[in-house]
């Protein structure tokens, strides 16, 4: 078990740019969770899935970003034409489908928008 | 909506200090609730949780009563440690079948020796 792990640790983006990032979720857990945090707050949910399937999404969540599970495993999320406001600490959760849940927290990507 | 409130930080106790950090929470049915804690550089880590009214979820040594006549539930522990410093957050799930958490904006916990 080597934890919930996000890829790239930090990124830093001009205003305009599109960035993604990864998600590789514990291997056997088939739900796996996308949440924002910005300075002094505490974490937003933005959108859940369980397997390949996106079963809720954030009104947070508008259509600049998109977040895939192509194979039921790792996820990505995608930011088209970033702004500023979307600078924040992006994290990512997984779990395994009991009726004891426990979330799995990665350390998170840290999105700067210039 | 859903919200939990929590006390603002930072805090900052001695070692061997007795800790309590309050939060209240409204939401719409009857809510799991949790404290999560973030050590620095860390990811958050759940401390603990209760499901229903009166449990009382523990860790480490830190306790948490779900007080629903309230609506709180307090994070305590009778003698905090430097490893204790850290960010603690009390968050809320609503029963639906997953973890759609709602998190308050957490409290900075500085113990020193």
């Known amino acids: 078990d080597t934890g919930v792990s996000q890829d790239p640790r930090h990124k830093i983006t001009k205003r305009g740019q599109n960035v993604t990032f990864r998600c590789d979720p514990i291997s056997e857990h088939n739900r796996l969770y996308w949440y924002r945090q910005t300075l002094g707050q505490g974490p937003e949910f933005l959108t859940y899935?369980?397997?390949?399937?996106?079963?809720?999404k954030s009104r947070l969540l508008s259509d600049r970003f998109s977040a895939e599970r192509p194979k039921g495993s790792f996820s990505t999320l995608e930011i088209q034409r970033t702004e500023q406001g979307d600078s924040a600490m992006y994290l990512c959760?997984?779990?395994?489908?009991?009726?004891?849940?426990?979330?799995?927290f990665g350390s998170g990507t840290q999105l700067s928008v210039l | 909506g859903n919200s939990v409130t929590q006390m603002e930080g930072p805090v900052t106790l001695s070692e061997e200090a007795f800790l309590t950090i309050n939060c209240t929470y409204t939401a719409t049915g009857y809510p799991s609730l949790f404290w999560y804690v973030q050590y620095p550089g860390e990811g958050l880590q759940l401390l603990l949780k209760a499901t229903k009214a009166d449990d009382k979820g523990s860790n480490k040594g830190f306790e948490a009563t779900y007080r629903k006549e309230t609506t709180s539930f307090h994070l305590e522990k009778g003698s905090v440690q430097v490893s204790d410093s850290a960010v603690y957050f009390c968050a809320l799930s609503l029963s639906g079948g997953y973890q759609k958490v709602t998190f308050g904006t957490g409290t900075k916990l500085q113990v020193i020796p």
């Open positions: 899935f369980q397997n390949e399937a996106q079963l809720e």
């Open positions: 959760a997984s779990s395994l489908e009991t009726s004891n849940e426990k979330l799995f």
